[in-house]
């Protein structure tokens, strides 16, 4: 195991534990989930013991999880409030996108595509997990419109959490020495230079 | 009970053809609420065929008994006092699955051959494969699935599938002791009906008809209603039925567009991936490290 002394500490152990039950949660939530969702995806309840396993657990790893979320929500709120530069990072993302990153204004410890992430999870959990409620038919009953309801949002909101945790993972890989920050919490100086200047600022003092 | 492989004309979450090379003929119940009078008769049968009893209950005060439909009463009669002309009417529905030819709860169920349509028209739950959710509740315009407190499975009328497919009436037709439950294909009762409504309507009741409602594609389980321009007199009976738009939105657009929607983001990133190359740190700023470094 070699570690540079000079490393700069991005996240705390138990940030990570907390940001890994979150993550484990989200994957077994998306994989039961799909398997309600459409008929290819039905399979995917084999993994849980079958379908009436699956309809059993999903609620309650859902539970699970927006338990933990509200804890790394309380944890990483204060490093997401948006900012100017955040709304210039993200009028340019597109050239990010392409590569060149030579133009973005300086970030802290999360860009604006990050903070803006942040966000949308946030409201996308709220909205499941009330929704979810609404069609946990084991132990709420509701008016059927507002089950009815339920079922749609609780549908189009998990493939638009899907679809963002992808991105959410992507950008990880993408984002060469990113990973190891959510493995054993260090990056190096060079990464946070180059990807969070402002960041890199206030742990180096330079 | 897959009785009827061959007759099946659609399976829950299921997106391939059915076996179809078999045609039977579309069966229907034909209840003629105007000479319905109460006797419970057709609750009895359903028990006493279907091997459900259900648990004793309560007195309400009132003649409905039990309350409601439950897992193991998969029909009740459902008795309304109304004023119509400033007559006294005393309306009585046997209420119970209506076998929609467009069903809600087969729409919304996402266990693959948990409810099966035959061919017949008899819309059937197959408990084994029922994984107790609860969307066909949802899926339900009619309001009339129930999911067991003990087993968490989805039960309701099956109209005696295993009656029907060896050429009987449901149990409920044949104990009706006046002749209000009738049975046999979908164009005779259509045929019988319309003789009830001449007569109905020969006897003052103008507004009487069929209850066979276009909005679910048409049902299995027909009524004759004296007052069939306020189907909502019957114990809520519903006006006009349909699959709820919300219902049709979750299981219809939703579906394939979140699908390709998510195959495309995954696809898309890989792309992204193989066309613009990794994000990595420049050796511009690795070298000003490793300068910093070295003084």
Not at chain 2, 157 to 175: E, F, G, H, I, M
Request: charged share 20%.
């Amino acid at each position: 195991m070699i570690r540079d002394p000079k490393d700069l500490k991005r996240y705390d152990a138990s940030e990570r534990a907390n940001h890994w039950v979150v993550g484990i949660s989200f994957i077994l939530l998306a994989l039961s989930g799909l398997a309600f969702f459409h008929p290819a995806f039905f399979p995917l309840t084999q993994l849980f013991g079958g379908g009436t396993w699956a309809r059993i657990l999903h609620p309650y790893i859902g539970v699970f999880m927006a338990f933990f979320f509200v804890l790394m929500f309380l944890r990483f709120k204060h490093l997401n409030k948006m900012t100017d530069a955040d709304r210039e990072w993200l009028g340019r993302a597109k050239e990010m996108m392409d590569g060149n990153d030579h133009n973005m204004p300086e970030q802290g410890k999360y860009n604006g595509g990050q903070k803006m992430m942040f966000w949308c999870m946030t409201l996308c959990m709220v909205l499941l997990t009330v929704s979810g409620i609404f069609i946990w038919r084991a132990q709420f009953s509701v008016p059927v419109d507002l089950a009815r309801f339920g079922a749609v949002i609780h549908a189009a909101v998990a493939a638009i959490m899907i679809a963002m945790i992808m991105v959410h993972v992507y950008a990880a890989i993408w984002t060469k020495g990113t990973i190891r920050a959510m493995w054993y919490g260090t990056v190096t100086r060079a990464w946070a230079k180059q990807h969070h200047r402002a960041w890199y600022r206030q742990m180096t003092g330079k | 009970m897959a009785l009827q492989s061959l007759d099946i004309k659609q399976r829950s979450a299921t997106t391939t053809p059915s076996p179809q090379a078999r045609q039977t003929i579309e069966i229907a119940k034909l209840i003629d609420v105007s000479a319905c009078i109460g006797c419970k008769a057709c609750q009895v049968a359903c028990m006493e065929w279907n091997d459900v009893r259900d648990e004793v209950g309560n007195c309400h005060g009132v003649y409905d008994n039990p309350m409601d439909l439950t897992e193991k009463s998969w029909t009740v009669m459902r008795f309304s006092e109304i004023e119509e002309q400033g007559k006294l009417e005393w309306l009585i529905r046997k209420d119970g699955c209506m076998h929609c030819a467009d069903p809600g709860c087969l729409k919304a169920c996402p266990a693959p051959g948990a409810i099966i349509q035959y061919a017949n028209g008899i819309v059937d739950f197959h408990q084994e494969n029922c994984i107790g959710c609860g969307y066909c509740v949802s899926g339900c315009p009619f309001n009339v699935p129930r999911i067991s407190k003990t087993d968490s499975k989805a039960y309701k009328c099956t109209l005696c599938s295993d009656r029907v497919a060896v050429n009987q009436a449901p149990a409920c037709a044949k104990a009706c002791p006046t002749g209000a439950i009738q049975f046999g294909s979908k164009e005779d009762m259509k045929d019988y009906a319309a003789k009830r409504i001449t007569d109905l309507k020969e006897r003052g009741y103008e507004k009487a008809g069929l209850y066979d409602p276009a909005g679910v594609g048409g049902t299995h389980v027909m009524y004759v209603l004296h007052h069939a321009d306020k189907p909502d007199l019957y114990s809520g009976l519903p006006v006009n039925p349909s699959i709820s738009p919300l219902v049709a939105l979750w299981k219809g657009a939703t579906k394939p567009l979140a699908t390709l929607a998510l195959a495309g983001v995954a696809l898309g990133s890989l792309f992204h991936y193989v066309m613009k190359g990794p994000n990595e740190v420049s050796k511009e700023i690795e070298k000003e490290i490793e300068k910093e470094d070295a003084q």
